[in-house]
């Protein structure tokens, strides 16, 4: 069974700090890990990862895929109020490619 | 907004109601799919329809009946529902079902049902 796993569950920092979340996973017939940021109710898409050890960026916001070890992180600089949220890894695979989700990472950023 | 639209935002409905949960996307995209979001859980996969077909029933219980008329219109029928079923629903669409259709997900805003 397809099994993705986020750690922390969650997490309390202030503005400023950098956090590194992660994720790690087992599925048969990998074909990319995705991360989304889920702020009330739709996740929005933040990264896909195919390659290992091609970091994707965007802002302050940073990530990377550890194929051989089935893993990734997310990494988040200088924290804003505005990054707190659920941060959900999720990775496609299986016989019919479908996303398995991991529980999801709860980020606090407190002013 | 994503270019997933659901209906309603809100739901409160009896162990004997029915009633239809609607989502559209206009993304122009393949496949469409239902999953459930519980406190501390992860999203569940209900269903999956690909090109108007239906490709995955997750074991889904019948209470929960989807509906695909179209590539970009997705319905989520339901009756005589439990306590339990009280979650979020997302719905969710993607260009396809494996390669060369890109995976990444674009969610709605989902529709936050409560089963009294």
């Known amino acids: 069974e397809d099994k993705v796993v986020q750690s922390p569950l969650s997490l309390v920092v202030h503005e400023g700090d950098t956090v590194t979340l992660n994720c790690s996973y087992e599925?048969?017939?990998?074909?990319?890990l995705l991360w989304y940021k889920q702020e009330k109710k739709a996740p929005t898409f933040l990264f896909m990862l195919?390659?290992?050890?091609i970091e994707k960026k965007s802002g302050r916001l940073s990530s990377i895929l550890d194929k051989k070890e089935l893993f990734s992180i997310l990494n988040i600089t200088a924290t804003q109020t505005g990054d707190s949220a659920i941060y959900l890894c999720a990775v496609s695979g299986g016989s019919n490619y479908k996303l398995t989700f991991g529980k999801g990472t709860l980020l606090t950023v407190n002013p | 907004e994503t270019g997933v639209t659901q209906t309603p935002r809100h739901l409160v409905m009896g162990m004997t109601n029915k009633k239809s949960l609607k989502c559209e996307q206009h993304l122009g995209h393949n496949a469409m799919y239902w999953y459930k979001q519980s406190a501390k859980k992860p999203l569940e996969l209900m269903f999956v329809y690909n090109f108007k077909e239906q490709t995955e029933n997750n074991s889904v219980p019948s209470r929960f009946s989807p509906e695909c008329p179209n590539s970009s219109h997705l319905f989520l029928h339901l009756h005589t529902l439990q306590p339990e079923d009280s979650a979020l629903y997302l719905c969710?669409?993607?260009?396809?079902?494996?390669?060369?259709?890109?995976?990444?997900?674009?969610f709605g805003q989902g529709t936050r049902l409560t089963v009294v």
């Open positions: 195919t390659s290992s050890g």
């Open positions: 599925v048969t017939n990998f074909r990319s």
């Open positions: 969710a669409s993607s260009q396809g079902v494996g390669p060369p259709a890109m995976p990444e997900a674009f």
